[in-house]
């Protein structure tokens, strides 16, 4: 965004046909939100969706990663000050929040799934599209292909997989600045024919596909604050192995469809082997994980923000002149 553009898009903007403003990207979308509520003497609400603490050495590599969190927590709680309540989307984000000591309102509101995560994907097709045998093991991560996503572990931790299921295929389905490191990791683990980088994945069509066709989900991330990609998971009927971390932790809860195991090579690879050879454990948590997802749905969710919005809009508060 640039921030000519954006401040003259939203000076144009009708005086007083807005009630609210609900900032969801940090930087300069962020500052124009403010800037906009200020003017309009509306109540803003920003959600918190980045854990700048993980993700900032990955894009700043010569700023030392100590010197990096002071910066992260500095920028979180400026930003965090200017607004009148904020939406954290998993339980562990807000208590990261708190730790900061940001003092603003944090509610807890999950983003959930829209109805069409639901609709039954068709795991054969993918297959036959991707040239994979339809009962080649299939393994799979869906996600940004990014530094902070933890996909170098789950590749290192499928070589240990393939030693003992040598046909398996592991599939990375995404876009983002990691994939060239990545793929020359590949190379160098030798593992050039087992692992295939789909790219980006028509959400409506190909992806649900995509999930439906794994044999077993895998997700290592370290950075999430809520995990999404877990719940599309599920409700396609993959068979979920996972850390728990940060935001994840709050979905992945026991009876979820998922195991939980941690971020150790051979305790992760030896659960993707267990489930890969296991057809009564793959249907088993194939069907807790559909059931799960459905009580994670978007309805619920939108209910939730919406008592939110109107409590803010309802609350008597000082709102500053524009900067």
Not at 39 to 49: I, L
């Amino acid at each position: 965004m640039r921030w000519g553009a954006l401040r003259r898009t939203l000076d144009q903007l009708p005086a007083g046909e807005f009630d609210l403003v609900h900032i969801h990207t940090p930087f300069i979308a962020h500052y124009a939100g403010v800037r906009y509520a200020r003017r309009a003497r509306v109540p803003c609400v920003a959600t918190y969706h980045t854990f700048f603490e993980e993700y900032l050495h990955h894009y700043v590599p010569v700023l030392p990663r100590a010197l990096g969190r002071v910066a992260a927590r500095h920028f979180t709680r400026s930003q965090c000050a200017a607004v009148h309540g904020l939406i954290a989307p998993s339980e562990p984000m807000r208590a990261v929040l708190t730790a900061y000591g940001v003092r603003t309102p944090i509610h807890v509101v999950p983003t959930g799934l829209a109805a069409d995560r639901f609709r039954a994907g068709d795991g054969g097709a993918f297959r036959a599209a991707a040239g994979i045998a339809p009962a080649r093991p299939l393994v799979l991560y869906v996600g940004r292909v990014a530094h902070e996503k933890n996909i170098g572990f789950l590749i290192r931790t499928f070589r240990r997989v393939r030693e003992r299921v040598p046909e398996a295929l592991l599939v990375i389905a995404g876009e983002g600045p990691a994939r060239e490191a990545l793929r020359a990791q590949v190379a160098a683990l030798g593992l050039h024919a087992s692992v295939e980088f789909a790219g980006y994945l028509e959400r409506d069509t190909a992806l649900l596909d995509c999930y439906a066709a794994a044999d077993v989900f895998v997700f290592a991330s370290r950075t999430e604050t809520q995990g999404l990609v877990l719940l599309e998971a599920m409700a396609q009927g993959a068979p979920v192995v996972s850390t728990a971390e940060l935001g994840t932790r709050s979905i992945l809860m026991p009876g979820c469809g998922a195991l939980v195991v941690p971020e150790e090579t051979e305790a992760f690879a030896a659960t993707v082997v267990r489930v890969l050879t296991d057809a009564g454990l793959r249907a088993g948590l194939a069907a807790r994980g559909r059931a799960y997802a459905r009580t994670w749905s978007s309805v619920a969710m939108a209910r939730r923000m919406s008592e939110i919005y109107q409590q803010l809009c309802a609350a008597p508060r000082t709102l500053r002149a524009p900067a």
